[in-house]
Structure formats: structure tokens, C-alpha cells
């Protein structure tokens, strides 16, 4: 079974500079896709960014980034320029391209929770 | 589009009484989720439904648990009866399966969720 795992809890980040969340997850899976999810105060779930694991771009979007490392099975995101508005837990996500039963389940993990000091 | 619509926002019932959840996906999703949150165990599936037919139930914690999709733009979870350990904020999710290639490729896209309380 696939797992993700977040080893940060929570994190801080002086408004302006940049922070950078990780993410390790476990599959023997080839081909998959990885997410990272925003949730803020008002609890909505958010699609930052989204990564292809055929893909060996690293996926960017604006001030968000991800640094993709399937060898690693590491997937972390980098946010430029913060700013309070990324307050926020962030979940890192893996689906499997797969069909039918688990295997279409998006599998979180714990959350870090990011603070943005002005 | 409005996206994911789940009501109600809130919920305050007592213990023993049931509880139903709704939620009306993005017109064209064909797949259709309900994920619940707690600090304790983060989110976790429940159940996941294909063109209206449940798919994985094995999420669901237990008989006092149920959910249905009588038609593409509606499903309901229900809890009978509810009880304080089912306290959570339950999230439904829609999402298109296929990218241009017929491959899984989009996120899916969450409502507001329901905040629940069991007292």
C-alpha cells in the first residue's frame, strides 16, 4: 500500500523569503501523480500543484514550485515570495493511475502547517 | 461553474439521531468522493462512486454508515445513528478520471466540507 509521509508538522516563514515543505512517500508503483493541497482557516481544500511522475519537469505554478525526485520518492514544495495569504496547512497527496478499488483514492498525508510572519 | 456544493456547512445533532450530508458535484465529473478529517487521523476515504456506482466502501467505519448517488449530480452520506467519535469535518470530492490520453491526471476538486458535531 502506498503511504505519505510529512516529517514537518509545521513550519515558519518570514513574509518575502522563501520555504520549502517535504514530502516522502512509498509505492512500487511506476506511474502516479502527486499533489499539494492548500488548506486554509476556512477550510476549502485547494489544488496548489500537480505532478506527473512520467513527467521529469518539475511542475511550477507562479510562486509555487515542486522539486520532483522519483529515484527519492521525494516530493517537496517550494513557495517564493511569501506572502500571509499562505498561511495554510499544506497536504502532499499521491494517486496511483490504476483503476478500480483503493487505487483510486487520493492518499494524504498529516499536513504542515505553514505560518507566515509579516 | 460553482464547484463542489456540500450542505450543510455546520451540523449539531445529539447523540443517536441520524444525520445526512449532501453534496452535488461539478457537472461532467464522473467520479465522486467523501473524505472525512479529524486531527487525529487526518483525511481519510470513506467511500468513492463511478458514474454513480460505489466503487470502494472499505473506508466507511462502520453499518451506521451509508452512502448513496442516486444520479450524477447528488449523493448523501448518512450516519444512523450518530454518535460523538463521528464528529469530523466530512469533505466531498468530484473529479474527471481522464486527461486527453484516456490517463488519470486531474486533482480532484473538494467542497467546503461539513463540519460536524456530535454531542
Known amino acids: 500500500a502506498q503511504t505519505v509521509t510529512q516529517s514537518q508538522p509545521e513550519m515558519s516563514v518570514q513574509e518575502a523569503e522563501t520555504v520549502t515543505l517535504s514530502c516522502t512517500y512509498d509505492t512500487s508503483e511506476s506511474d502516479y501523480y502527486l499533489f499539494w493541497y492548500k488548506q486554509p482557516p476556512s477550510r476549502q481544500m485547494i489544488l496548489v500543484i500537480r505532478q506527473e511522475a512520467y513527467k521529469q519537469q518539475n511542475a511550477t505554478e507562479n510562486r509555487f514550485s515542486v522539486n520532483f525526485q522519483k529515484a527519492a520518492k521525494s516530493f517537496s514544495l517550494k513557495i517564493s515570495d511569501s506572502q500571509l495569504g499562505d498561511a495554510a496547512m499544506y497536504f502532499c497527496a499521491y494517486r496511483s493511475t490504476l483503476y478500480g478499488g483503493s487505487q483510486g483514492n487520493l492518499i494524504f498525508g498529516k499536513g504542515t502547517k505553514l505560518s507566515v510572519k509579516p | 461553474d460553482a464547484g463542489v456544493i456540500q450542505s450543510p456547512r455546520h451540523e449539531v445533532t445529539e447523540m443517536g439521531q441520524e444525520v445526512t450530508l449532501r453534496c452535488k458535484p461539478i457537472?461532467?465529473?464522473?467520479?465522486l468522493f467523501w473524505y472525512r478529517q479529524t486531527m487525529m487521523r487526518g483525511l481519510e476515504l470513506l467511500i468513492y462512486?463511478?458514474?454513480?456506482?460505489?466503487?470502494?466502501d472499505s473506508g466507511m467505519p462502520e453499518d451506521r454508515f451509508s452512502a448513496k448517488m442516486p444520479n450524477a449530480s447528488f449523493s448523501t452520506l448518512k450516519i444512523q445513528p450518530s454518535e460523538p467519535r463521528d464528529s469530523a469535518v466530512y469533505f466531498c470530492a468530484s473529479s474527471e478520471y481522464r486527461d486527453r490520453a484516456g490517463r488519470a491526471y486531474y486533482g480532484y476538486t473538494f467542497g467546503s466540507g461539513t463540519r460536524l458535531t456530535v454531542v
Open positions: 457537472s461532467g465529473h464522473d467520479y
Open positions: 462512486f463511478n458514474n454513480n456506482v460505489p466503487i470502494d
